[in-house]
């Protein structure tokens, strides 16, 4: 236990939304240290708050009061841009609804972290057909997402979550949009490319065909976290 | 990322020609009826316009217009003469009289132009067929080019020799001119002075205008100044005369409020599409947008994007509008009735400057979508 890294640590994370009557604490104090190199779940039920906290955890939202630390740096000291900078050189998402940029074709859209981070486009694209192979989608590069299935698209969502390798990466019910063939490919390719040493992987899921996948699972219910059970 | 930005605009072309056409339908719009009405307006002056040699008009201190003139006398002339700082002054005779096309019978209003005998002061520039000398035979007289095809039938080919007559005198076609359309579609008939006073009935007084040039060094309006004090008509320049001209029919006819409300219609209505299809482009974006800012793309770099998809909207729509509007004015330019309709290179820097803030203002409201959108929505 003790030879793990620490990638992730949530320190009494709070989250309010709204203000005045209408103040509603969606996140009550949350405390969890997620790994690295291991495929951790958040579960709970709906409604629970799992969207909330990998948001603040990926720093797409402040908390209300706490902080988290990412790779030793808490993000209460990376002001704004900095903040901005730091999630497109470290962070990898992966969407429910994909979120792929309809204009553009499977490799174009798995390109586009490198591009934010200033790479050439020729390199850039280059290096995203590599790991479009990785997710076996090679055949696939020249195509439009609306050309692909959900879990083509899926795949290529996590080939872009990839390409620039994060040391973060996070998926928000990757799963729930697919049927159950397409999601345990989904899951096993998160297992089988994502997952790799030096990097936190954190998969919010209600879906229990899944479970099996994590080597830790997070459980949260209302609002906190309530269980925390891991397999090694 | 710029060219992210491209792909995302050009991507789904149906969406690009529709942002795309709504901001040239804008721009055409806006550019069209605006020509029209400067056109039109331009055509009230068509009298000045066609005066190239003399840079001052006098005439009667009570006249409001160019089409009702109140002659004066010919002593005024000398009056004029005498006046310290004009170098020479001329008779110029305007009015309107009937035509009868003696092959057909047919009569025609036209407005009837007498050119002082010696100097010819006045006299088109631009002689189509004939020559400006043949004015000196007796009856002589030209036409311009619509006035022509009026007289003697659209599509007829020119043939000088043609007679009318005009005051029970006779008249024989010497040249075809181009000038300037007048408002009315009346022919203009070019003549001498001493010829048109015959063209009309008599009456005692008949010089419409004197037309004058200020001694070399003299600054045209000081000498009108000194006209206005010595002989009580009035005296203007030539640039003075136009818009003494267009003002009258933007006071005193429904022109000018008409067709305003049609230019401010086709204004608001053109800013309106063209703002309203690039902000709702960016809209249905807005998730789009949300999805590279949770990737990491700085609020700066939305920003060029955005401005980047406007620039290239604007542009090409602007390019597309103006196009359209000149192809329209250019394809309309042979026929006799449209002459003079034009499109003023005013009006296609009014447009351009029109769709810049249209697109500006668009791209703003847009961008406080993009600015204020909160990255975490892309996973709602
Ligand atoms: N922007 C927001 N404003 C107000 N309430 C919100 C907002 N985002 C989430 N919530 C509320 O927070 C709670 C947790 O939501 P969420 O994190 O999406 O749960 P989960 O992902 O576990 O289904 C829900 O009750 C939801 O309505
Ligand atoms: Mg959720």
């Known amino acids: ?232 | 990322m710029n060219w992210v930005a491209w792909k995302m605009l050009t991507g789904d072309r149906a969406k690009y020609f529709g942002t795309v056409f709504g901001v040239a339908f804008g721009v055409l719009l806006i550019s069209q009826q605006t020509s029209i009405f400067v056109s039109l307006m331009r055509r009230t002056a068509a009298t000045v316009l066609n005066v190239r040699d003399a840079q001052i008009w006098v005439f009667d201190q009570n006249m409001q217009n160019t089409e009702e003139v109140k002659p004066l006398s010919e002593s005024d002339l000398n009056r004029v003469r005498g006046v310290p700082g004009v170098d020479w002054a001329v008779r110029f005779f305007k009015s309107q009289a009937r035509a009868r096309n003696l092959e057909t019978g047919e009569f025609r209003q036209v407005i009837l132009i007498g050119l002082d005998d010696t100097t010819m002061v006045g006299a088109p520039v631009k002689i189509l067929a004939g020559s400006l000398a043949d004015l000196r035979r007796p009856d002589a007289f030209m036409v311009d080019k619509a006035g022509y095809e009026y007289l003697f039938g659209v599509g007829e080919p020119i043939r000088l020799g043609r007679t009318i007559e005009m005051n029970d005198t006779r008249g024989v076609l010497v040249g075809v001119v181009d000038v300037h359309a007048p408002f009315e579609t009346f022919p203009i008939v070019y003549t001498r002075y001493s010829q048109a006073v015959r063209f009309v009935p008599p009456e005692r007084k008949v010089m419409s205008f004197v037309l004058a040039e200020p001694e070399p060094g003299v600054p045209p309006r000081e000498v009108c100044q000194r006209i206005e004090q010595a002989t009580k008509f009035q005296a203007h320049t030539r640039n003075e005369m136009l818009w003494f001209q267009v003002g009258y029919y933007l006071r005193s006819t429904g022109i000018p409020i008409n067709f305003g409300i049609t230019i401010l219609l086709g204004f608001v209505v053109g800013t309106a599409i063209a703002g309203q299809t690039f902000y709702l482009f960016t809209v249905e974006n807005i998730k789009q947008f949300g999805a590279l800012k949770a990737m990491g793309v700085t609020n700066l770099g939305l920003t060029g994007m955005v401005l980047l998809q406007a620039t290239v909207v604007g542009l090409v729509g602007y390019g597309l509008g103006v196009g359209m509007a000149a192809l329209f004015f250019e394809s309309t330019k042979g026929l006799t009735h449209l002459a003079g309709f034009y499109m003023p290179w005013q009006v296609a820097v009014l447009a351009a400057v029109a769709v810049a803030v249209i697109i500006v203002c668009a791209s703003f409201v847009s961008l406080r979508r993009v600015w204020v959108l909160e990255p975490a929505i892309v996973f709602r």
Request: hydrophobic content about 40%; aromatic content about 4%.
């Open chain 1, 1 to 232: 236990m003790s030879s793990k890294t620490i990638g992730v640590a949530c320190r009494n994370v709070i989250k309010e939304f709204g203000d005045g009557e209408a103040k509603i604490r969606v996140l009550h104090g949350i405390n969890i240290e997620v790994p690295t190199s291991e495929l951790s779940l958040l579960v709970g039920p709906s409604g629970c708050g799992k969207t909330t906290l990998i948001s603040i955890i990926a720093g797409l939202l402040n908390p209300t009061s706490g902080d988290v630390v990412l790779f030793n740096t808490p993000q209460s000291q990376l002001p704004g841009r900095k903040l901005v900078q730091f999630r497109a050189k470290n962070v990898g998402f992966v969407f429910q609804q994909y979120n792929l940029l309809p204009a553009l074709t499977a490799t174009e859209n798995v390109a586009i972290p490198l591009l934010i981070q200033g790479v050439p486009r020729p390199q850039a694209l280059e290096q995203a057909r590599h790991v479009l192979n990785y997710v076996e989608l090679g055949s696939r590069a020249n195509q439009l997402p609306s050309q692909l299935s959900g879990g083509q698209q899926q795949r290529v969502a996590i080939a872009r979550a990839l390409v620039h390798q994060p040391r973060l990466l996070v998926c928000d019910e990757p799963t729930a949009a697919l049927d159950a063939k397409s999601g345990q490919t989904v899951m096993e390719l998160i297992r089988e490319v994502a997952v790799q040493a030096g990097r936190v992987v954190i998969v919010v899921t209600h879906d229990h065909r899944v479970f099996d996948y994590g080597d830790r699972i997070i459980e949260m219910s209302d609002g906190r976290v309530v269980n925390v059970t891991s397999k090694n």
